[in-house]
């Protein structure tokens, strides 16, 4: 069984006929031979030692009607959050342009929404077009989207959409029981009609079992086409949740999850996303053997710590990891990142944003 898996991942085809049993199997290989096997397929598909840096800001913080068990955001957890209104568009370029100038190629706004209203829109348009003449790539999460409000940000330039799955159809229902998984896989098509590229990924460590995260890749892996940018979070738990005392997901449970995930979707670029000021740089750099290709820099991720933007510069020149650039950005972003003020990430802009 295991030699078979072997022999399927390094021929490194984008498939879409994933099953549950044959990811439970990969998950199951010796430690080593599953780090050999991801990190095969990512040097067919990628420079290994290239990193694409996004920044993600939150523009409309609080007060979400969602229930989701692990959201500071949601109105039904008690987390004592701050509120915070849509951000005005003048302040969402300015904290974009510091985001480049800390060597970002992508900047990620979020809105602690259910769905957006259609007053709303005219406002995160002009987001979208103001980040695009900067010369970076945009991405947003709103929540649920129909198929005019898709053809919309399509139209304004967005880049990626990102909406996670969060978990497996299995464990959905206790996480989430305010909006389905039917409801997020529609918004996905609807991202996929409009002509977006999809951003869609999901949290370990809400208290599922291993089945429940085999079965989530599944569900990712199986998308046709498969996510341009698969984030893999690490539960960060905030007090005010109920799953602020779930017991912690192993380290090297967590490190699978990337490596398979590689394995199984060989041309995404797959994030180490929330979760990472918990993780020691040992760590950060299995993962990043195991596959993962994409970071945030930040202090913050809309309410959670981020390491600091100068411990992610030391930690890529320990492991001679360069930043990817995008093609119609010429200048040398690896400079732009280690001559970059490092203070303007602690600036209000940032903070206030995503308390």
């Not at 990512?42 to 609080?62: C, D, M, P, W």
């Not at 945009?138 to 996670?164: E, V």
């Not at 199984?264 to 994030?271: D, E, I, L, Q, T």
């Not at 690896?334 to 944003?353: G, P, R, W, Y």
């Amino acid at each position: 069984m295991s030699q078979a898996v072997l022999s399927s991942g390094q021929e490194s085809n984008v498939r879409h006929n994933w099953n549950v049993k044959e990811v439970e199997a990969l998950f199951a290989l010796p430690f080593n031979d599953l780090m050999f096997q991801a990190q095969t397929v990512h040097r067919q598909n990628f420079n290994a030692n290239e990193v694409q840096v996004s920044t993600l800001l939150s523009i409309k913080t609080g007060a979400c009607p969602e229930d989701c068990k692990y959201c500071s955001q949601s109105a039904r957890n008690k987390t004592d959050l701050e509120k915070e209104r849509l951000l005005a568009t003048e302040k969402v370029l300015e904290a974009a342009k510091k985001a480049k100038e800390m060597g970002s190629t992508r900047f990620c706004m979020g809105a602690a929404w259910r769905n957006p209203k259609e007053r709303d829109m005219p406002y995160v348009l002009n987001m979208v077009k103001g980040v695009k003449e900067l010369g970076m790539e945009t991405c947003m999460t709103l929540g649920m989207l129909s198929k005019d409000q898709a053809d919309q940000l399509q139209d304004a330039g967005l880049d990626y959409y990102n909406h996670n799955l969060d978990t497996s159809p299995e464990h959905y229902n206790q996480i989430i029981t305010t909006r389905t998984y039917q409801d997020r896989l529609d918004t996905l098509d609807n991202v996929r009609s409009a002509g977006m590229k999809v951003c869609s990924g999901g949290i370990v460590g809400l208290g599922e079992q291993a089945i429940d995260r085999a079965s989530l890749l599944v569900q990712l892996a199986n998308l046709t086409p498969q996510p341009e940018s698969v984030p893999i979070n690490m539960l960060v738990k905030v007090e005010g949740t109920p799953l602020s005392d779930v017991d912690d997901l192993e380290s090297f449970d967590f490190i699978r999850c990337i490596a398979v995930a590689r394995i199984m979707m060989p041309k995404s670029h797959v994030r180490l996303s929330a979760g990472r000021s918990s993780m020691n740089e040992q760590m950060q750099s299995l993962c990043f053997l195991a596959g993962a290709n994409s970071i945030f820099y930040g202090c913050k991720l809309l309410t959670t710590e981020n390491p600091e933007t100068d411990q992610d510069i030391a930690l890529f020149e320990k492991l001679g990891i360069n930043t990817e650039t995008i093609d119609d950005d010429s200048k040398d972003v690896e400079l732009k990142i280690k001559t970059a003020v490092i203070d303007n990430q602690h600036s209000d802009l940032f903070h206030n944003a995503a308390q």
